[in-house]
């Protein structure tokens, strides 16, 4: 594996531990009654690492010459398995509507499916513009519900999170529009590239 590779690699570890982390309280509040603010700093600062490292793979391959097939399907993986990670926390938390996730799920795993059909005929499809814009508004909203999470658990009050929880609802339901759109700009790419029907 190549160093931006790694670096790739290094939110598949990160997102199980956001995860637990996040669950901890929410599974076994007895052992939490003294409360759960230490889980804050420990989530955002997995958070922003995993962002982080996104942010900067691709410039590592590009500034080493390591741009490769792997790595342009790599990537778009390790950041789907972190964002269901994200949704899927506060999908159970109660922040996010099942269905919405559900539809993200069907999404995501229809561009893998669709990957894999054109990596069959040597093509490796990399993210696209509305991939990459669908991204940036999941982010946007993990973003805004960790902070309705970290509002509630450090005792801001009820208020505070239900504001913050529509915020981060409505960004959500717009980034699953968001990926609609895209997964018919790469649905078109598929069928131009004559791999498919």
Do not use: H
Not at 21 to 26: D, G, Q, S
């Amino acid at each position: 594996m190549t160093l931006a590779d790694k670096i790739t690699a290094s939110r598949l570890v990160l997102a199980p531990f956001f995860f637990i982390v996040y669950l901890l309280p929410v599974f076994f509040p007895a052992l939490f009654a003294d409360g759960s603010q230490w889980t804050v700093p420990v989530l955002w600062t997995l958070f922003i690492v995993s962002e982080i490292s996104d942010m900067i793979d691709g410039k590592v391959a590009r500034s080493r010459k390591e741009v490769s097939d792997f790595g342009k399907l790599f990537d778009p993986f390790a950041d789907t398995l972190v964002q269901i990670t994200y949704f899927l926390v506060f999908v159970i938390d109660r922040i996010f509507p099942a269905a919405l996730f559900l539809v993200v799920l069907y999404r995501e795993f229809s561009i893998l499916f669709i990957r894999n059909l054109m990596l069959k005929k040597g093509i490796a499809m990399g993210a696209r513009m509305g991939g990459k814009i669908k991204t940036v508004t999941y982010i946007a909203a993990g973003a805004v519900a960790l902070l309705a999470v970290s509002a509630q658990r450090l005792g801001f009050g009820e208020p505070v999170f239900f504001v913050l929880q529509r915020i981060a609802l409505i960004i959500f339901l717009i980034s699953v529009i968001i990926s609609l759109v895209s997964f018919a700009d790469y649905l078109s790419v598929y069928r131009k590239s004559g791999t498919g029907v």
